[in-house]
């Protein structure tokens, strides 16, 4: 039975009368309103085949990825177990050449290899060919009847023996061999007289088929492959299936490149095989040898049994979908008649339901009032419940009969009438629209429903005013800083490109204050974070009473803020908020923990001039607060171009600087310490240097302000005590047991660390060196961490034996109890008092105070940077204990052997 027959049973006798088109469309206008019963079906089936699908095709993918995986896994093992497996051949290998020698020596030379495998003495088979060559490099045996050649003088496994110290079993190839000419792998071992002289060479010539007579098509297949690859990538080896490649032309079309030890990967046939077929390929370092044992798998038969399993699911998948949507057409013919049924009650009940049912919801029953040309003037109340008439104030009695222009005028009448419209044309009207509090005082918001009905428009009213209050609460917690109060990040990115279309409209200007408090990590790292969240909220109001009343204030996030300056004429008037803020942050800040100072370095950016955007304002102005910081803090500086080009160079060097740390692209070089009254070199100080693969040789002060900066000094300095613990123990090997201590500066930011005792004490064990001696140099900013913290990591190096030195003295802001109470050994004075020692008499004076003090503690004195005769002498009449300079040598690169412990001859004449 079709829908209209089945419409027609359930309409009176009347109404199945023939019908035109028309007729046929009011017939079905039942279904307006209930179109989601009818299409739930349908999209819920598509919703629900799409979901299948989509699982399906996710198991499948994990499905192929596992086969693909275990492939790899297997595929690794069997080149694990090659790996073993050839090295027990190439011991094999070697064991034959050792017996063959020995029974060339018990025969006393007249070891007849001709016959060896007719008696039994040599079982290889033919793939492994044996010949015993003379001093003077001529055959003299072989299992080879009929060679092809007598000479072996030039060949390489010959020429390895013959200039070989030691005794040492060599491998070569492959190449076409002088017994057979087959290419081969080519092994040889020395044969010394009783003396120890070379008196010939056993050589073996191996055919490329012997290495991979392990191949098991069970577990390779019909087209995997065995291969054995070179560390020069020359493939060696290489079978698949039942071919064994020549050499010449090997099974893979390029050799790939091996990073690990072990491994697996899929190659793509096209690239890597002449055979074309994709592989799931393993390798292993063969242990003691530079060689890589390869096995492969066959793609397409590895994922055979998957292929199979995919295409049984899609099968089964398509059925599914087939029955899914047989299920959908029928429900969705139900739905229609269900719809049919639900149409005749409401229509009946609709009017009645909205005019008397009570809840927290204002109903009303409004009917249009018509002009003369039938548009609508207003809407008259006809009825409403109790709820509505409280919502206005009103009795329901005194609503009755009412018309809306009565309780609204102005733009809200005309907003709610043009509501009222559309329901009317419509049949429906849904929204929101706010009221204001002189009308409803208790329900600023209104939540409108309106439904027509047999000319009439049923309407309810529900307040959503707490809704709102809550969202808009909502709204604002989510643009608040909550420790500051201020706007934050969020806020920012929904404000700033409004704030920079209104300056275009204007053709004004606006300006972006980037700042950044100088010193505050300083009190959060000593003081602790609740000082530090203090010290922020003092800040933000600070800056807030700095900045002009209508510039907004903005909290990014740590102690970064910005201002946003709008309405601007100059720039001028930008720079005029700057130094106000500048000026406002030189009062200290009286915190609970007591008086602390902080600064501030401030960038500006002006729009239009340095960028159109939120984004660039932002990244401009961070440029030039990293520029106003780096020239000195506690100022402001504009954006400029050079600035950003300064920071990408910075960039660079970082990036550079990280693959140096990589790439291990330091060197050390050396500077001797001389004992100023003997004349001895008493101790050497290692100094970093970078070979730059473009620029050169660069000094430290090239790059380890950068690298401190970046955390990069951590690494650095860790490969600088590795790399001087190496030294050490080269030159222990080489000497005679004598050695002079050498000192490795250490950075703060490395000193600090947490782990650096740990770094200290694993190096010295790494590479045996004592810890006499090594020196370590710190300077006197490591003093300005807690005491206690440096004072441990010292007491425990120490202990150990090895010697503190405080580097650069008098450049920095340690004081005599510090000096007393950290214990150090030797005091270095900065060269810049060294250059006035002979200058000045308040230098000398100035160095007398510090010898005398240091000797006082205990300490050596070393003056850095001397550099001329003159004041070599001072310092030996001042009674200095050590000198250090270009004057007596520059810093040079490490010789084979530790300089030894002879008079400087430059004392000879002081």
């Known amino acids: 039975m079709s829908l209209f027959n089945q419409c027609s049973t359930m309409l009176p006798f009347s109404s199945r009368l023939p019908f035109s088109v028309k007729s046929v469309i009011e017939k079905l206008g039942f279904l307006k309103g209930h179109w989601l019963w009818i299409l739930v079906w349908p999209i819920g089936a598509i919703i629900l085949a799409c979901a299948g699908w989509t699982v399906l095709h996710t198991n499948l993918k994990n499905e192929r990825q596992e086969t693909e995986n275990a492939a790899l896994r297997e595929a690794l093992l069997v080149a694990r177990n090659y790996a073993s497996q050839l090295a027990l051949t190439f011991q094999t290998l070697d064991q034959l050449t050792l017996h063959i020698r020995y029974e060339w020596h018990l025969s006393e030379g007249r070891l007849p290899l001709e016959t060896a495998r007719q008696k039994k003495l040599f079982t290889s088979g033919p793939r492994v060919e044996a010949a015993i060559i003379d001093r003077d490099g001529n055959l003299l045996t072989s299992t080879v009847v009929a060679p092809n050649a007598k000479y072996f003088g030039d060949r390489q496994s010959y020429l390895i023996q013959k200039a070989a110290i030691i005794d040492t079993f060599f491998m070569g190839g492959p190449y076409p061999g002088r017994l057979t000419r087959e290419t081969r792998l080519h092994f040889s071992r020395g044969i010394s007289r009783a003396d120890g002289s070379f008196d010939g060479a056993v050589l073996l010539s191996v055919a490329p088929a012997y290495f991979t007579t392990t191949y098991s098509e069970t577990t390779l297949g019909k087209n995997g492959i065995l291969a054995i690859v070179s560390d020069h ?15 010449d032309r090997p099974a893979f079309s390029a050799t790939p490149y091996f990073s690990l030890l072990f491994g697996s990967q899929r190659l793509a046939g096209n690239a890597w095989f002449r055979d074309g077929r994709n592989r799931f390929i393993g390798w292993q370092q063969i242990e003691g040898l530079p060689l890589v044992a390869v096995a492969g798998i066959d793609e397409e038969g590895a ?15 398509l059925f599914a979908t087939s029955i899914l949507a047989v299920f959908t057409c029928i429900a969705m013919l139900l739905s229609i008649r269900l719809a049919w049924r639900k149409y005749q009650l409401e229509l009946t009940q609709a009017t009645y339901r909205m ?16 002009d003369k040309v039938g548009g609508n003037l207003d809407f008259q109340i006809i009825d409403c419940n109790s709820f509505g008439a409280k919502l206005f104030h009103e009795r329901r009695e005194s609503m009755l009969g009412k018309y809306f222009s009565a309780l609204f005028n102005g733009q809200i009448m005309a907003d709610l009438q043009e509501c009222m419209r559309q329901a009317m044309e419509n049949g429906f009207f849904e929204g929101e629209i706010q009221i204001p509090f002189e009308w409803i ?6 939540h409108l429903k309106m439904v027509r009905s047999d000319g009439e428009v049923a309407i309810t009213m529900r307040d ?17 800083d909550a420790l500051t109060g201020l706007p934050n990040r969020h806020w920012i990115q929904n404000f700033l490109p409004q704030a920079i279309d209104r300056a275009h409209a204007d053709q004004s200007m606006l300006a972006l204050l980037f700042i950044d408090l100088d010193g505050f990590k300083s009190v959060n790292d000593t003081m602790g974070h609740l000082t530090g969240d203090e010290l922020l909220r003092y800040a933000a109001e600070r800056l807030k009473v700095a900045v002009r009343p209508h510039d907004n204030v903005v909290r990014l996030g740590g102690d970064e803020f910005v201002v946003i300056v709008e309405h601007l004429s100059h720039k001028e008037d930008a720079a005029l908020v700057a130094d106000r803020v500048v000026v406002a942050f030189k009062e200290k800040f009286r915190l609970s923990q007591g008086m602390h100072a902080i600064g501030t370095s401030i960038g500006i950016s002006i729009f239009p001039d340095d960028g159109a955007d939120a984004a660039m304002l932002l990244q401009n102005a961070d440029i030039a607060m990293y520029s106003a910081k780096t020239a000195g803090k506690g100022q402001f500086s504009f954006y400029e171009r050079k600035f950003y080009e300064a920071l990408r160079s910075r960039l660079t060097l970082e990036k550079e600087l990280r693959h140096a740390l990589e790439n291990d692209e330091f060197l050390m070089h050396y500077q001797p310490r001389i004992d100023i009254m003997t004349g001895t070199m008493s101790s050497m100080e290692a100094l970093v240097r970078w070979q730059h693969p473009v620029r050169g040789l660069l000094e430290p002060t090239e790059f380890i302000a950068l690298a401190e900066e970046s955390s990069l000094i951590l690494g650095i300095g860790e490969l600088v005590l590795g790399k001087v613990c190496a030294q050490l123990a080269s030159w222990a090997k080489q000497g005679d047991g004598k050695i002079i201590p050498v000192s490795v500066n250490v950075s ?21 060196v004592d810890p006499a001696w090594l020196e370590i140099e710190v300077t ?3 003093m300005m961490g807690k005491s206690h913290d440096v004072s441990s990591v010292m007491t425990a190096l120490k202990r150990k034996g090895i010697k503190f030195s405080i580097d650069d003295f008098g ?11 950290l214990d150090f050994d030797v005091l270095k004075v900065d060269r810049a008092f060294t250059s006035k020692v002979a200058k000045t008499e308040e230098g000398e004076v100035f160095f007398t105070a510090i010898i005398t003090m240091a000797h006082a503690l205990g300490m050596r004195v070393v003056a850095e940077g001397v550099e001329n005769q003159q004041q070599w002498r001072i310092l030996k009449h001042l009674r200095c204990d050590e000198i250090q300079g270009f004057y007596i040598s520059k810093p040079v690169p490490p010789a084979e052997q530790q300089p030894a412990l002879e008079r400087i001859p430059v004392m000879e004449h002081v």
């Open 233 to 247: 990538y020359q493939v060696m080896v290489s079978r698949i299936g039942e071919i064994v490649w020549p050499p």
């Open 303 to 317: 994922l055979a049994p998957y292929y199979l399993m995919r295409q049984s699911a899609i099968r089964h998948a």
């Open 355 to 370: 005019a008397t049912e009570e809840g927290n919801e204002g109903f009303y029953i409004a009917k249009p009032v018509h």
């Open 441 to 446: 005082e208790s329900a600023p918001w209104l």
């Open 464 to 480: 959503i005013s707490e809704i709102k209050a809550h969202v808009s609460e909502l709204e604002r917690r989510g643009y608040e």
């Open 748 to 768: 703060p930011r490395q000193f600090n660390h947490a782990g650096f005792t740990k770094v200290v004490t694993e190096c010295l064990q790494r590479y045996q």
């Open 780 to 782: 006197e900013s490591c």
């Open 811 to 821: 450049t920095g802001y340690s004081s005599l109890s510090q000096l007393q109470q």
